[in-house]
């Protein structure tokens, strides 16, 4: 991404509204040799990727359903709405990409303007398995809110596996179907069954609902639910 264009997007991502699951984000240094770097408020904690393989060495049994789990994939869910509703997307979206601070608030960073979004694409693809990006970015499409649905079903799927890495378990994204590949992976080992109808029903009927609606179904259906 060109200095300008980041330049431009740290400028928007700074009028956003502050969010208890939001990195807050001070602002930007720039010198004359090109170097720009971002200044994100400390965070305390570790990533949600580690936090959860640090979590899966303690666990008894990992088999059994895990309300904390349900919590952090409720409070990403919520990140996510809120950017989306404020105009943004989230090209990088995976586990390493949410940090969980030591009061167990997950914190969403690296987000961008969907109006940007088609600029910093090349970007932010380096950074993720190609087997984890949505259809549409394998056919070189742009990122949108619709695509963010399909990296959250991604994360959902590792977070219930306390971390294991999701890309394993794809095939080709490029020859099939959200239906084939949805279909053809195990059901999480902690993940709540509503959770798991979600991901395999809605998802696969619908193909990628809202985010609007994924965060009601997470709210008002899987509560402490097995």
């Known amino acids: 991404m060109e200095r300008r264009h980041f330049v431009k997007e740290i400028g928007i991502v700074k009028t956003l509204e502050r969010h208890s699951n939001i990195a807050d984000i001070l602002g930007l240094c720039c010198n004359s040799s090109e170097l720009?770097?971002?200044?994100?408020?400390?965070m305390t904690g570790k990533t949600l990727k580690q936090h959860l393989l640090k979590t899966r060495e303690s666990v008894?049994?990992?088999?059994?359903?895990?309300?904390?789990?349900?919590e952090y994939a409720e409070q990403i869910?919520?990140?996510m709405l809120f950017l989306s509703n404020q105009g943004f997307?989230?090209?990088s979206l995976r586990c390493e990409s949410v940090h969980v601070d030591k009061k167990g608030v997950c914190k969403l960073y690296d987000f961008t303007p969907v109006e940007l979004c088609g600029i910093k694409d090349g970007y932010n693809q380096d950074l993720i398995?190609?087997?984890l990006v949505?259809?549409?970015i394998v056919k070189g499409e742009s990122h949108t809110p619709r695509t963010d649905v399909w990296a959250f079903g991604n994360l959902l799927w590792e977070l219930f596996f306390y971390g294991f890495d999701a890309s394993k378990m794809f095939e080709d994204v490029a020859s099939?179907?959200?239906?084939?590949?949805?279909?053809?992976?195990e059901k999480p080992i902690a993940c709540?069954?509503?959770i798991c109808r979600l991901l395999s029903d809605d998802m696969m009927n619908l193909y990628k609902p809202a985010i609007r609606r994924i965060s009601l179904d997470i709210r008002l259906n899987c509560t402490n639910r097995p």
């Open 192 to 194: 709540p069954d509503a």
């Open 89 to 91: 997307c989230h090209p």
């Open 176 to 185: 099939q179907s959200y239906v084939q590949l949805i279909g053809s992976r």
């Open 60 to 70: 008894s049994d990992i088999t059994a359903h895990n309300e904390i789990l349900r």
């Open 36 to 42: 720009i770097q971002l200044f994100i408020k400390t």
């Open 134 to 136: 949505a259809p549409e």
């Open 129 to 131: 398995s190609h087997e």
């Open 77 to 79: 869910c919520n990140g």
